[in-house]
């Protein structure tokens, strides 16, 4: 394929999807091809190239988890052993489960720990003041239990890193892995982006307009306090380099064994379109009968997708600067290129036709301790709305991403308790309902994160 053709791969997925400003790349057959089209920001607009830089959000946690992995093979760090052994300050609503958390477990979302601390504080512009924040935050299951998605586990994560090496975690991350690597284009601070070319992200109203997203990297807690979890910048190009090293054999960073089982499964995945399981970080997922890792990062406007196929030493990379929908314009992107560099076709499950009985069963409001879930019948269809809790929204004093409005899911063939969102900035998302022992649902999960439904008003 030539790199005329994945330009107008990414012209067309970033039309159809009206996104300002697109940037991908592929690592296919020994070589790399890099494409870009249109705009850095709507207001200000500049041409988006290669080394265009966009906030890559939770594609972060790959390079949080690298390094801890480089740590653990230096000897420096136990992967198995009790957090508490390296923050022994750590309190936890239940200090039981505190004192069984292990750093395995923050790497492969098994914790327990609920999404992320939502009332930080201004004190949480550091890692250390993050995690004093966390007693507040629930607990969802027992450690090693079952995976959920969990960003404060990796915050946490990130104040390992801090205290064995002594340094600050960005500096931490950028001896570890960042320079090793030669990663030139890849940063932390604001002021390493601010004198480069970067990527404006947008969101679009009620009307219909793309207006640029303040702030621009975070809208929660310190943008220290959150970088672990989803605070670096990079580009299209670094990020392909970052692909190639985890195509590799460690390039003298980590034995090639340790960064190899990074991609092993340490935890199954249930109808996520995460993927089937979770590595070290990595989500795993066959497609098209190959095996892919993957992460992919949404930020306030700005969404970010890494797919690797180790098997066919291939990789793809996709960013785009608009919500709601530039996650499925960078979707769009990475299926065009598995199909067309590889041959694989990736399409989504198709959803039985609607039954609203099943339907009644599962509407109502199911929350964890940032988001909420509203799914509703009306008679003919079931939809799913997402956003952020209106308490949370109404309590905070910066601009926040807007919510998604209700689409329509579908229930998935099977125990009947599976469902596909089949429409809106969400399409393609994977999820399932739980329930108690008595049958009745109690939960449910979308994208890796686990919901618990909220009682009904009497």
């Not at 791969?9 to 296919?28: K, Y």
């Not at 200090?95 to 914790?111: F, G, M, P, Q, Y």
Request: aromatic fraction near 8%; charged fraction near 25%; include cysteine.
């Amino acid at each position: 394929m030539t790199q005329r053709e994945l330009a107008g791969a990414v012209e067309a997925a970033a039309t159809e999807f009206g996104i300002p400003g697109v940037a991908a790349g592929v690592w296919a057959d020994g070589r790399e091809i890099r494409a870009s089209h249109g705009i850095t920001s709507v207001d200000n607009p500049r041409p988006v190239d290669e080394t265009t830089l966009f906030h890559l959000a939770s594609v972060t946690k790959t390079f949080t988890a690298t390094a801890l992995v480089r740590l653990a093979a230096e000897g420096k760090v136990e992967l198995a052993a009790p957090v508490l052994h390296y923050v022994p300050e750590l309190r936890l609503s239940d200090e039981r489960a505190a004192a069984k958390i292990t750093v395995w477990h923050l790497l492969n979302h098994t914790s327990g720990l609920d999404w992320n601390v939502v009332e930080a504080g201004d004190e949480a512009d550091s890692l250390a003041g993050f995690v004093a924040r966390m007693a507040g935050l629930p607990m969802i299951g027992e450690p090693g239990e079952r995976a959920s998605y969990s960003q404060a586990a990796y915050n946490l994560a990130g104040l390992v890193v801090e205290k064995v090496t002594g340094l600050p975690f960005e500096k931490a991350v950028a001896s570890l892995v960042l320079e090793p690597v030669g990663l030139t284009n890849t940063f932390f601070d604001l002021d390493d982006v601010v004198v480069r070319s970067f990527a404006v992200g947008h969101n679009r109203g009620d009307d219909g307009e793309l207006r640029f997203a303040r702030p621009w990297k975070a809208w929660r807690a310190g943008a220290r306090g959150n970088d672990p979890g989803g605070g670096i910048v990079s580009s299209v190009g670094d990020l392909l380099r970052w692909a190639r090293f985890h195509l590799g054999t460690g390039d003298g960073v980590l034995p090639a064994d340790a960064l190899h089982r990074m991609r092993e499964q340490t935890v199954a995945l249930r109808a996520s379109s995460l993927g089937d399981g979770v590595g070290i970080c990595w989500f795993l997922r066959d497609v098209g009968g190959v095996r892919t890792i993957g992460h992919g990062g949404s930020g306030n406007g700005q969404f970010a997708e890494l797919l690797i196929v180790p098997e066919r030493d291939f990789a793809v990379v996709s960013l785009s600067n608009a919500g709601p929908d530039g996650h499925p314009c960078n979707r769009a992107v990475v299926r065009w290129a598995l199909e067309h560099y590889l041959g694989v076709v990736d399409r989504d499950p198709q959803p039985v036709p609607h039954d609203d009985t099943r339907a009644r069963e599962v509407a109502g409001r199911y929350e964890n301790d940032a988001m909420y879930l509203d799914i509703a019948t009306d008679g003919s269809r079931l939809t799913l709305g997402v956003g952020i809790r209106p308490e949370i929204r109404h309590a905070s004093d910066v601009e926040m991403a807007p919510d998604y409005p209700p689409a329509a899911v579908g229930f998935l063939p099977g125990d009947g308790d599976e469902y596909i969102v089949t429409e809106g900035g969400l399409q393609g998302e994977r999820g399932y309902f739980t329930r108690d022992g008595s049958g009745a649902v109690v939960g449910a999960d979308l994208g890796g994160r686990l919901f618990g439904r909220v009682p009904a008003a009497r």
